[in-house]
């Protein structure tokens, strides 16, 4: 047997009967083994998958057999190079022939293929047995991680008996996976309106996630409520969890009674959890509405990644809506495929999001929009969102002037730019308008790119979106499997954060063009996930704005926030002008441009000690008393305080010091990590790390890890720089 080739050949698979015998056991390393057709698995659970066939039927050389997955992932990348690497691959043969195994270099992200098995000498003849084994751990490896509940995907096993490269399926060749969540709820999340106004009733939404941040279905528990302003009538003073709930418990009926500023605390102290519910303003008569949702998330339709290929109920774009109305109360939502859908080939992936669409639009209540992703190759992908129906959807783009001459053009139509696979490029690709930026997705913070926009002259209305593929819409921000931006620098994908950011709208109603008109009109900011109240004016001008004045700009900044606020900081085009630490959680600041620039734009970034992040669209001002001097002295806007890396020492993240360095010499090239100190331990919404800088590669960047070691098989995300608000392009 030879090992390390890559799946690179051509192959057909089709449908079969062909006899042979198919079987897959998920062995876990705490609990019994698993197996069967249809194998119910925990998220986040570790250990050894092991994919068994026995050969009933002869295959001569230059066969084999060829396993795909379907909806799931068995890893990010597989590997058969690094025996104590994670994810390691053995193949156990009992059979006179001379068996190769080649492993899909592709399998992170681009095609469903697992692996092939072929025949280089002999043949396999009937009782012949072959074993793939996925996390072999025989050899010091951690193991195989289990993905989240969104993994309801197949594992199908095919053969070609004569070398010609036509597989056709075993007639019991496909075994099904099933996901739940893990048992053991580690947060509390409570959701209520932004503003509400008095004698009007609304719903609270209180949700129980287990650690990989998946709805804890299992939760069964007592959560008491308290609110300690007494302005609420309606609010129980516990709400008990069962069976029924499935972790979900929505309050309807809760009614504000005066005006005020209202924070709900939620506690059960069975099992040690607790939390505030996002800020409340009760408002007489408000200007407009703080509505939250997401323009950019995935559901049933992309097969280019073998994840999204089948309707599954968390998958489906019904599916898809049921999560942005019940876990994570948004007022909207556009989940779509992640490619343009072929209408020709797959009428029913579109007519699904049509369907999903006419069924959850509620105006006042909830508000659809169609979507689907474009990857126009030079210039970086964009997110395609129609305000109103749209009958018909092009199937493709070859280019981006093509995507430019079919939507640019149309004002019901928005072309986002975001950070995903192909981040948007105008290096590249020099667009005259973009009209929305994505600064925060499940890859993580990317200011950079409202940054790189502002650099461009373009004056867009900031958002953040999910992206969200694997996890729940709009779930908290997770350690979520390979979600980062790290991966042509690592072996294997970091976390990042997985799922959690939403865009905030002012608008003066929830319904489809009045949210429309907001984000067109630039009344928007971003978060990472947290619903903190964000309210940035200059000359009494909200964000978004456009000002020309003669007086030297004033600005108020307004947040109430939903932790307390570690920082904020003012940024007037590259440069902080300003910053601030409340340490609390709310914050009003008023500040005067003393030395204001002819031209500038002025954005705030809020953080929060819990790692959650918001962001303003900037206020473009052009000030006629504005002198000519650079901005040389002020620090940059990605400018992280400076550490003395030598006399950091000691504190409480240097127990973790040898994991991650075992870790890291296991899974990646050690010498490009330069200098990794232990920082100190981070309790944050993705859970508690262990915080470390280093300098990566030549260059010696700095970067900071998070390693979050309460998990089965700790997780790692690295960010670019000492902070972590995303401060350069990490693709």
């Not at 102290?269 to 408000?286: D, M, W």
């Not at 149309?410 to 730019?417: F, I, S, T, W």
């Not at 504005?626 to 400018?639: M, R, T, Y």
Request: with cysteine; proline share 8%.
């Amino acid at each position: 047997m030879t090992t390390g080739t890559p799946t690179t050949l051509p192959y057909r698979v089709r449908g079969g009967n062909e006899p042979g015998s198919f079987a897959v056991t998920f062995h876990p390393a705490d609990g019994p083994s698993v197996s069967g057709p249809d194998l119910l698995l925990t998220a986040g659970a570790v250990g050894t998958w092991e994919l068994r066939l026995t050969v009933e039927a002869p295959v001569a050389a230059g066969g084999g057999f060829f396993f795909e997955r379907y909806g799931f992932l068995l890893s990010h990348s597989i590997q058969d190079t690094r025996p104590r690497g994670r994810d390691f691959v053995t193949l156990r043969a009992r059979t006179d022939a001379r068996v190769r195994l080649e492993l899909n270099e592709l399998n992170q992200a681009n095609s469903p293929p697992i692996a092939r098995i072929v025949v280089e000498h002999g043949t396999l003849v009937p009782g012949d047995q072959l074993c793939l084994v996925v996390g072999d751990t025989s050899r010091g490896g951690p193991g195989s991680e289990v993905y989240d509940v969104a993994c309801q995907g197949r594992i199908v096993l095919s053969v070609d008996r004569s070398g010609s490269l036509a597989y056709r399926q075993l007639r019991d060749g496909e075994i099904r996976i099933h996901v739940q969540s893990d048992p053991q709820p580690t947060l509390l999340r409570l959701l209520g309106p932004s503003i509400a106004q008095p004698g009007e009733p609304f719903a609270l939404h209180l949700t129980a996630y287990d650690r990989n941040h998946n709805v804890c279905t299992q939760y069964a528990g007592a959560v008491a409520l308290r609110d300690e302003t007494a302005l609420l009538t309606g609010l129980p003073s516990h709400i008990q969890f069962g069976p029924e709930n499935a972790g979900l418990a929505i309050i309807e009926g809760v009614n504000a009674q005066a005006p005020g500023l209202i924070r709900v605390k939620a506690h059960d102290r069975e099992h040690g959890l607790s939390t505030l519910s996002n800020p409340i303003l009760v408002q007489s008569n408000p200007e407009s509405l703080l509505l939250w949702g997401d323009l950019h998330s995935h559901s049933w339709g992309d097969v280019s990644m073998g994840l999204m290929d089948d309707p599954t109920p968390i998958l489906h774009p019904s599916g898809r809506h049921a999560q942005a109305r019940g876990q994570a109360r948004l007022d909207f939502a556009a989940p779509g495929p992640m490619a343009p859908p072929d209408q020709t080939h797959r009428p029913a992936v579109w007519e699904a999001h049509q369907a999903a669409y006419r069924a959850n639009d509620e105006p006042g209540t909830y508000v659809p929009y169609l979507a689907a992703e474009a990857h126009p190759g030079v210039g970086g992908d964009r997110n395609v969102i129609f305000r109103d129906w749209e009958e018909r959807h092009a199937p493709a783009w070859a280019d981006m002037d093509d995507l430019l001459e079919t939507y640019g053009d149309r004002q019901d139509v928005l072309l986002e730019a975001h950070v995903g696979g192909g981040p948007a490029d105008w290096e590249a690709y020099p667009t005259t308008h973009e009209p929305v930026v994505e600064v925060a997705s499940g890859h993580g913070s990317a200011e950079w790119l409202l940054q790189r926009a502002l650099h461009h002259g373009h004056r867009p209305a900031v958002i953040a979106s999910g992206d969200t593929h694997l996890p729940l819409l709009a779930a908290p921000m997770a350690a979520h499997l390979f979600r980062g931006r790290f991966g042509s620098h690592l072996n294997i994908r970091d976390c990042a954060i997985g799922c959690g950011p939403v865009a905030a709208v002012r608008a003066p109603r929830c319904e489809r063009h009045a949210i429309w008109d907001a984000v067109m009109s630039r009344r928007t900011y971003a978060t990472t996930g947290a619903r903190i109240i964000l309210d940035v004016q200059a000359n009494g001008r909200p964000a978004g704005s456009e000002i020309e004045t003669e007086d030297k700009p004033r600005l108020t900044i307004t947040a109430h926030a939903c932790g307390p606020i570690e920082r904020i900081d003012l940024i007037r085009d590259d440069r902080t002008l300003a910053a601030w630490r409340p340490k609390a959680l709310d914050a009003t600041l008023d500040f005067e441009d003393s030395s204001p620039l002819p031209e500038a734009a002025y954005y705030v970034r809020v953080r929060q000690f819990d790692g959650e992040y918001a962001w303003s669209t900037p206020i473009w001002i052009s000030c006629s008393v504005g002198g000519s001097g650079a901005d040389a002295d002020l620090p940059a806007w990605n400018q992280h305080d400076p550490v003395d890396l030598a006399a950091i020492r000691p504190n409480d993240a240097e127990p973790y010091e040898d994991h991650l360095l075992d870790y890291l010499a296991a899974n990646e090239n050690l010498d490009l990590f330069h200098d990794l100190t232990p920082i100190h331990i981070v309790n944050e919404v993705p859970g508690r790390a262990a915080l470390f800088y280093a300098f990566l590669g030549k260059s010696r960047e700095p970067i900071s890890i998070r390693w979050y070691f309460d998990f089965p098989m700790p997780r790692l995300r690295l960010d670019w720089g000492w902070r972590d608000f995303g401060t350069r392009d990490g693709g």
